[in-house]
């Protein structure tokens, strides 16, 4: 078989640090994501996505930057993580991404928060949470096929305190200046004399810890004098200008705004002297930028258009391009994008607040990308034409651990849930041709609770539960069936039956049908603020008539589903879920360490009424269910080492034990999956790392064959009959690791497997997998989540 990766989603990780955009080499943005770095082309106009995902670092990614090589063949990447690990990469553009990690040091004995490099120098800098700033030089050849990496210098931090911010620049011909804060409100200022860094001034003015810094020089000329940006939590940007010689610079117009107000007495015009072995240098206060509501989070220079501007993201939920007013000198904000914090319908259930965490220019100055709190990212694009900036579609993922996934009954789209709270619709946009790409269409589901298990009733309707202890139903708005049919070319035949729209009301767990209005159509009370009505009650239709893929700002707020129903029983988390595959029942279970809780509960999905008596076998958490093809049998499996089949009574809905085997594993069974073969055969997956392939056989159940594997086998489902009599099986483990198989009967030793390479696996346990419905043997799909909160669907070929 031949495996090759689909499509990918992954979210980023919450750090002003953790991503950036290469400047030159292959023109790739890399973010952390969870223990891995993802690779994305904002500017593939086939918006492709995510392309490549790095593992190595056992903990979260906090920085990542790339190398200035200026080889448009390929990229170097350095990315320090909370595992206190150094790594560098040498990534190449060929048919797809290829990667491999050079170098890993381990030299700080903390978490690695920074990285800064400098154009045309081999020196970077790395800081950490163990309160020192270490000096590095990248040795390499002339095409970077040989590289290693060498400590020149440890700065400890005095006073004591972590550097959540460094940067650097060229002073003058001979030496660099190294710009440091963090967790204090001084900036620190270091000046190197042959690669040996001494602190030559403190500055002093922010009242916050202080989480941005960045160099430019004032104009392209390397004469001009060199800028700083520093952007704290007081919510103010301050400017600092390094001017040489022995004059000070004509004093800025900026401190004489009359916007300032008040804070004129706290602004301090002292002149700092820093010396180099050939020059002197005056640092001075050059403008406070005000206009941010909260914490600023990045600060980042750009020439663009013969102007010198600077883009700053803001836990106010916005972006602000700051530039200085040609006539007064003073300097303004001229362009703020994001979300007004003020936005009708907004609440926190829906994701709205948290803010933008990180800025960055794309190498052409003319879009600009920001991650938000929901590890989405969302794209600008300036308009020359215009004259103004326009939202593009960019990517989303998940940020926490994928417990559980599922296709549509008819393959066209896909569900996954999560510990992020979230449950994510992905399916194909059509712009492209019959393959299109893929994007998150809708976000029907933003909890209050980690999300467990997933299924779907029909095309229109699914079922997840999580951990309060109770199971919800969802089905699918008119806005999102009306988007999927336009986009996706998904017909829904019940269209006009479905309700409009949903929301969760203030302080609310439960998604609400609501009506939508034309945009004509005047609010009663709007008028008289006496009378005024939730805004998030009614939604124009208009905000869903889309002609692209929604941005983040739709799908947190707009593009929930109705709940109709919510399923009681269980008296813990609910760990499984399945539907039968005449959708008229559902199986469930939950977490358990006892007989009286470890049971297996039915309700028919036509007026959501428990079908009794629960089903009781097992001891301990049922851990996966799943219905036979004819839904003649129901397979449980669980954590006390045994696998059940339960038959079904004829002409009713109740099931009864017919077989089991408190022996199955030696371990305990994580997951279980009927094959499409004519005789009842069923696969079981366990800690003990096997797949055991069984078969009913008239009053017993014979075990065929057992498939080895190199660690604990947390997930495994079963394809389609091949023209050959032949199953397709798969199965992911608890390192990661996904194999894909076929075998006939189940004779014993006839399993042949093949293991996806490990570039293009998860990193993390793998959760569930599913099989794509509805495809022909030769063009197969699998959709696999996993622990490392990634998303991934791989095509596979028969050869």
């Known amino acids: 078989m031949n495996i090759s990766p689909v499509f990918l989603s992954i979210g980023g990780n919450r750090n002003p640090a953790a991503a950036d955009w290469d400047d030159g080499g292959l023109q790739l943005l890399a973010f952390g994501a969870d223990n891995s770095i993802a690779l994305w082309d904002p500017q593939d106009t086939q918006l492709q996505g995510v392309q490549a995902i790095l593992h190595g670092h056992t903990k979260p990614v906090n920085a990542v930057k790339f190398f200035f090589t200026q080889h ?66 990248l040795i390499h050849d002339s095409d970077f096929t040989s590289l290693d990496l060498q400590v020149l210098q440890t700065i400890t931090l005095s006073p004591k305190y972590f550097p959540l911010n460094l940067a650097l620049a060229i002073l003058d011909g001979t030496s660099m200046v190294l710009a440091i804060a963090g967790t204090c409100s001084t900036i620190q200022i270091f000046v190197s004399n042959e690669n040996n860094f001494a602190l030559a001034a403190t500055l002093s003015g922010h009242e916050g810890w202080i989480r941005a810094l960045a160099f430019t020089r004032e104009n392209p000329s390397t004469d001009s004098d060199l800028l700083l940006a520093s952007a704290s939590q007081d919510k103010y940007i301050r400017l600092w200008r390094f001017h040489r010689g022995d004059g000070l610079p004509a004093a800025s117009s900026a401190l004489n705004d009359p916007s300032l107000g008040s804070l004129n007495k706290s602004l301090s015009n002292k002149v700092h002297w820093v010396n180099t072995a050939n020059s002197k240098h005056s640092v001075t206060f050059e403008a406070l930028l005000l206009g941010h509501e909260d914490w600023i989070y990045t600060a980042s220079w750009r020439h663009r258009g013969g102007k ?22 003073v300097w303004i904000c001229s362009t703020r994008l994001g979300e007004i914090s003020a936005q009708k319908g907004s609440t926190s259930a829906t994701g709205s607040a948290g803010g933008f965490w990180i800025g960055l220019w794309s190498p052409d100055g003319d879009s600009v990308v920001s991650l938000g709190r929901t590890g989405s990212w969302r794209k600008w694009t300036f308009s020359k034409t215009e004259d103004m900036w326009t939202q593009r579609v960019a990517i989303t993922g998940h940020v926490r651990e994928v417990k559980s996934a599922c296709w549509s009954r008819d393959g066209s789209y896909l569900l996954t849930t999560g510990s992020d709270q979230t449950t994510r619709l992905f399916s194909q946009w059509k712009s492209h041709g019959t393959d299109g790409s893929w994007h998150e269409f809708s976000r029907p589901q933003i909890h209050g609770y980690d999300l467990n298990c997933i299924d779907v009733v029909s095309n229109s309707q699914f079922i997840s ?52 209005i034309s945009d004509d159509h005047p609010v009663e009370g709007e008028q008289d603020e006496s009378q005024a009505i939730d805004p998030s009650s009614i939604l124009r239709k208009s905000t869903v008539d889309l002609g692209h893929p929604p941005f983040e700002d739709h799908l947190a707020r707009h593009l929930l589903w109705p709940e109709t129903e919510k399923l009681y029983g269980h008296g813990y988390e609910i760990s499984a879920v399945a539907v039968s595959r005449d959708g008229k029942l559902v199986a469930t279970a939950c977490r358990a360490s006892s007989l009286d809780h470890a049971v297996i509960r039915l309700y028919d999905t036509v007026d959501w009424l428990e079908v009794k008596q629960p089903l009781k076998a097992h001891s301990l958490t049922v851990t996966a269910l799943q219905f036979s093809n004819d839904d003649k049998y129901l397979l449980s499996v669980g954590r006390d080492r045994q696998w059940v089949v339960w038959e079904r009574n004829s002409g009713s809905c109740q099931y009864e034990l017919k077989y089991a085997n408190p022996k199955g594993h030696t371990r305990m069974i994580l997951s279980g999956a009927w094959t499409p073969l004519a005789l009842p055969t069923f696969l079981t997956a366990g800690r003990d790392k096997s797949i055991k392939i069984w078969q009913i056989s008239g009053s017993e159940v014979l075990l065929k064959d057992t498939i080895n594997a190199n660690a604990a086998v947390t997930a495994v489902a079963c394809g389609n009959l091949l023209p050959s009599a032949h199953f397709t099986f798969a199965f992911g483990t608890e390192s990661g690791q996904i194999g894909v198989g076929s075998t006939a009967d189940g004779s014993s030793g006839k399993a042949e497997v093949t293991i996806v390479g490990s570039t293009i696996s998860p990193a993390k346990a793998v959760n569930q997998i599913a099989w794509r419905p509805d495809r022909d043997v030769n063009e197969q799909q699998i959709l696999v989540v996993s622990d490392d909160s990634s998303v991934r669907i791989y095509a596979i070929a028969m050869l």
């Open 72 to 137: 448009s063949d390929f990229s170097i990447l350095l990315s320090g993580a909370a595992d206190h690990a150094l790594r560098l990469w040498r990534i190449r553009r060929a048919a797809s991404i290829s990667f491999e990690c050079c170098k890993t040091v381990e030299a700080h004995s903390s978490p690695i928060t920074r990285i800064a490099t400098l154009p045309g120098s081999d020196v970077f800098v790395t800081g950490a949470s163990d309160g020192t700033v270490k000096v590095w030089n």
């Open 465 to 516: 539960g999580a951990d309060e202890k109770l199971l919800r139903v969802f089905d699918e708005p008119k806005g999102v069936a009306e988007m999927l049919n336009k986009l996706c070319a998904i017909e829904n035949p019940i269209v006009a039956e479905l309700p409009d729209a949903a929301n969760i009301p203030v302080l609310g767990l439960s998604n609400k049908a609501i009506q939508s």
């Open 308 to 329: 010198l501007q600077l883009l700053s993201t803001s836990e106010d939920n916005s972006l602000a391009i700051w530039e200085s007013d040609a006539s007064s000198g």
